[in-house]
């Protein structure tokens, strides 16, 4: 059975930092397209990718490029999202995916998710 256990969600001022993981179970981490997603009140969480790993480079919505970095620890089948200069924008549920489905070359949806961590920025 495959899980996903997010961390490291926190709340932080405006320019701040956070890091997020994402430990895998039940599956070799890299065996998958994984990715982070984000969600507001009000709004999809399959709308809001925000930073992926498929077959491609890493690759990120351009509201968060040059911000946020996506990487990966196979040894310790563990996902991470590093997230610096964070803006109020960024406030939002994050939740790790796993086996993405795509639109074009952007994720659209998982197989697999986590329980999700909130993160909150303030101004």
């Known amino acids: 059975q495959v899980q996903l256990t997010e961390s490291g969600g926190a709340s932080v001022q405006a320019g701040g930092s956070l890091r997020l993981s994402c430990v895998a179970s039940?599956?070799?981490?890299?065996?998958?397209?994984m990715g982070w997603f984000r969600q507001t009140p009000g709004k999809e969480r399959e709308g809001d990718a925000v930073?992926?790993?498929?077959?491609?480079?890493?690759d990120y919505a351009d509201s968060v490029k040059g911000r946020f970095t996506i990487s990966q620890d196979n040894a310790k089948n563990t996902l991470y999202l590093q997230m610096n200069s964070l803006k109020p924008e960024d406030t939002a549920m994050y939740f790790c995916?796993?086996?993405?489905?795509?639109?074009?070359?952007?994720?659209?949806?998982?197989?697999?998710w986590g329980q999700g961590t909130q993160v909150a920025v303030s101004s």
């Open positions: 930073a992926w790993i498929g077959s491609r480079r890493p």
């Open positions: 995916a796993a086996g993405l489905k795509w639109i074009g070359f952007r994720p659209a949806g998982a197989d697999y």
């Open positions: 039940g599956y070799t981490l890299s065996s998958r397209s």
